[in-house]
């Protein structure tokens, strides 16, 4: 268990290190614009650990079956899509935010959000990876892998802060979070092969880069709600059979629960 401690508290070390770094480099309210920029990161990072917990003990039920690496990877190209694609709707969405509900002393905090955003995602990858080690008990390679991202996080931002701001911070810890998710796609290898769904995932990646460029380059609130609907579109579509599955399961639990009250009365 020793290992996974710093697994478990990568985006709160990462995420305080960079805060130090622009206290250093650009003072207190910088760090107040990231603070608020972080904060909406980090819910989506505790929605995800749901998930995570979720899989970790489906990844473990599963590790020594002969379909393991086709489970692993239609699940994980499934939460890839998912992801990504919520992503995709928030990015329009946290500028809306923030640029109508939050102080105007923090309205730029919505352009260091989408990168952050990007980094929860990353952050999470390479938690799903990190259940093969804890399947084969191998976890040290968790702890370094984490260790890896952390310096390459600290060692971006320290470079970026002084020259491009805070958005140099937000970078720094999305390719920590990247480095650490890469390693343990090579590493994890050892105990398990996922195939990429690679067109799949490409796509979904072009389209986050569109998002983010319209974001940034549309300041209207009527282009970002138009933004807002295709993204929800976006989601829908890519997302539509889960959904249709997650219904179908509510729908049964309901019917199911229906049947128990009516035999009890």
């Keep these: 268990s020793l290992p996974l401690i710093p697994n478990a508290v990568s985006w709160w070390f990462i995420n305080s290190a960079n805060r130090y770094i622009i206290i250093y480099f650009l003072g207190q309210s910088s760090n107040g614009i990231y603070a608020l920029s972080s904060r909406l990161a980090m819910a989506l990072y505790a929605v995800n650990s749901i998930f995570?917990?979720?899989?970790?003990?489906?990844?473990?039920?599963?590790?020594?079956?002969?379909?393991?690496?086709?489970?692993?990877?239609?699940?994980?190209?499934?939460y890839f899509i998912l992801e990504m694609t919520l992503i995709i709707l928030l990015i329009p969405l946290s500028k809306i935010y923030v640029q109508h509900f939050v102080s105007p002393d923090y309205i730029d905090s919505w352009r260091y959000i989408p990168i952050l955003f990007l980094g929860v995602g990353f952050a999470t990858f390479s938690t799903f990876f990190a259940?093969?080690?804890?399947?084969?008990?191998?976890?040290?390679?968790?702890?370094?892998?984490?260790?890896?991202?952390?310096?390459?996080?600290?060692?971006?931002?320290?470079?970026?802060?002084?020259?491009?701001?805070?958005?140099?911070?937000?970078?720094?810890?999305?390719?920590?979070?990247?480095?650490?998710?890469?390693?343990?796609?090579?590493?994890?290898?050892?105990?398990?092969?996922?195939?990429?769904?690679?067109?799949?995932?490409?796509?979904?990646?072009?389209?986050?880069?569109?998002?983010?460029?319209?974001?940034?380059?549309?300041?209207?609130?009527?282009?970002?709600?138009?933004?807002?609907?295709?993204?929800?579109?976006?989601?829908?579509?890519?997302?539509?059979?889960?959904?249709?599955?997650i219904l179908k399961k509510l729908k049964g639990k309901i019917c199911s629960a229906a049947i128990l009250d009516s035999i009890e009365i």
């Design 52 to 78: 995570n917990l979720a899989w970790q003990e489906s990844a473990i039920t599963e590790f020594n079956k002969v379909n393991r690496d086709k489970y692993y990877s239609n699940t994980f190209n499934k």
């Design 131 to 245: 259940t093969g080690y804890m399947s084969a008990k191998k976890t040290v390679g968790a702890f370094s892998t984490t260790v890896f991202g952390a310096v390459a996080n600290i060692l971006v931002a320290w470079v970026l802060v002084p020259k491009i701001g805070l958005q140099g911070a937000a970078i720094g810890l999305a390719i920590g979070f990247l480095v650490t998710w890469l390693l343990r796609i090579k590493q994890t290898k050892r105990f398990f092969n996922i195939e990429f769904d690679k067109w799949r995932m490409i796509w979904v990646l072009i389209l986050t880069s569109i998002s983010l460029f319209l974001v940034f380059r549309i300041e209207n609130l009527y282009g970002l709600i138009a933004i807002s609907l295709v993204s929800a579109i976006i989601f829908v579509f890519y997302n539509r059979m889960l959904m249709m599955t």
